[in-house]
């Protein structure tokens, strides 16, 4: 039997460990321990996806599959790097997948990007959505116009829960910290600011689709900018199916009738930031102008000032480094997943922030194919129980299923899916009861 470590329980994690079990065979066994540092499992699907949207939510119940099967055990509340290194998990097991995301937001790297309320989209996602890490970040919705940069998904789903009526979100899992917040905010305004065109945004169709079904909000794209990037997409030649729908969303967004309603949302392209004004806090967003030419996206010599109290900045994520691994553009050094020797990466570190939670299992499987491929002699070793200190809280599948069942218990009393315990030492203590 082969010793397999993964190191990250979020997606990519969980799809690794199911494409080992699927391997199986009488002759190739496996026996896989899910590390992870939070005393949760489950990574973005659980600290990522948006409240509002709680199908996404569901592929959770596959992951609870792969943790029952037999050959699993999950090691949550332990630390790559602190509680265990790279080092010891190399030596004891035959494979080590690190799974461990991209958690860090990439920086605009403008003047007044460190003022007080410019927050990365990394730490906002996290603390609407009760990451015990960024459950105390100090957020201020005591404005009328919040701006969020970036013209992906992630910058939608920020600006749609800054954007919609907080009721909307009473009967989801949102943390309670953020729903209180959501309630008080004087937010009216939530622009989207891209900097290239329509035709380049990275939203995707289902999620643009959903902007005009908004009950309280009205969404506004300008026509014309819709229009313009319709008429340069054409001017290249065949168009992407994707990109068809895309526009076509937009432009519907742009002629859809709007309601009487004092909540807003519009997405402008073509604007790129170049400075962010205030005394500590933000106050105001200076942007230029930029424009499309033989293909290229460029800077006018024109300018534009937004008054805005909130920036939220969803432009990207980096991998965080471990010792032992070097980061190169924002991922884990590797080929086709091979770090080295018999360290392996998968997910997000691997090939960047981008794709959908299904992008994970063939990412994953092709990887978990790779290391089957260099697969020796079983090791003979301990696991990693005799690598942790006397005393460790480690939060395994059973205290998992604890927190998770109370969780889901106190959803239940308040008629929503769960609410999330956001306090690191009460989640352990759920896991203990
Ligand atoms: P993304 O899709 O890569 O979008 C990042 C956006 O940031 C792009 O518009 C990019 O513009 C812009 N950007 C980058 N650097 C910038 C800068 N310096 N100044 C201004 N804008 C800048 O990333 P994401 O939104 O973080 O999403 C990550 C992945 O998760 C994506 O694959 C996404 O589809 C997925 N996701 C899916 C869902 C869902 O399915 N519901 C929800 C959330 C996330 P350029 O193109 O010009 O670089």
Redesign the pocket.
Known sequence: MYKIAIVGAGPAGYFTAQAFQNAQTEDLTFAIDMIERLPTPWGLVRS???PD?PK?RTVSKVFEKIAKTEGFRLFANVELGKDVSLKDLRERYDAVVLATGSPKG?K??IPGEELTNCIS?AEFVPWYNAHPDYANIEVDLDTDTAIV?????????VARLLAIDPTELDLTDIAEHALVKFKQSKIRKVII????GAE???F?A??LRDLPKLKDTNVFIDKEQISQATYRIKERGEVEKDLRNNLEAMRLIAEHEKKEVERNLEIKFLV??IQINGGTKVKEIVFTINEVKDGK?IATDKTFTIKAGLVVT????DAVKYPGINIENGRIANIAGHVEHNVYVTGWAKRG????IGTNKSDSNDVVELIISNLTEPKVSEGISSLLKSGHEVIDQISWEKINASEVISGAIAGKPRVKEVDWRRLINLGRS
């Not at 940069?149 to 789903?157: C, Q, T, W």
């Not at 969803?314 to 994520?317: H, R, S, V």
């Open positions: 990522g996806v948006a949207h996404i990439r605009l790297g989209a940069i970036g013209a992906g998904n992630v910058a939608m789903d600011c891209g900097r290239r380049h945004a990275a995707t289902p999620e790129a930031p996206v969803a432009i990207g994520y922030p981008i794709g959908i």
